[in-house]
Nanobody, 121 residues
């Protein structure tokens, strides 16, 4: 099992910034791609950004330039720096991790519990 601990959500005014973090832990697992998705009520969960263990990054086109994803040196914590936030960025943000069991060589998909980001004056 891999555990994900998210933090950093909250209320911010339009134009402000927030940083989300997600720490993954799990014995005998290799953490591969990590990423962030977001979801608003009544809509499907959508990609925000992903980053591979090798550092390759993919962003949703609409968010390029305002959001930055990064990963720490041990590869098990992912960050999402959000700037110039808009009311339409309001959503629950979910951490996603692809992790491979070192014992049975199977890859699993894990989701965090979600952290709410509200952009409002």
């Amino acid at each position: 099992q891999v555990q994900l601990v998210e933090s950093g959500g909250g209320l911010v005014q339009p134009g402000g910034s927030l940083r989300l973090s997600c720490a993954a832990s799990g014995s005998a697992f290799s953490i591969n791609t990590m990423g962030w998705y977001r979801q608003t009520p009544g809509k499907e969960r959508e990609l925000v950004a992903t980053i591979t263990r090798g550092g390759s990054i993919n962003y949703a086109n609409s968010l390029k330039g305002r959001f930055t994803i990064s990963r720490d040196n041990d590869g098990n914590t992912v960050y999402l720096q959000m700037s110039s936030l808009k009311p339409e960025d309001t959503a629950a943000y979910y951490c996603n991790v692809m992790a491979t069991s070192l014992l049975i060589r199977r890859t699993y998909n894990y989701w965090g519990q979600g952290t709410q980001v509200t952009v409002s004056s």
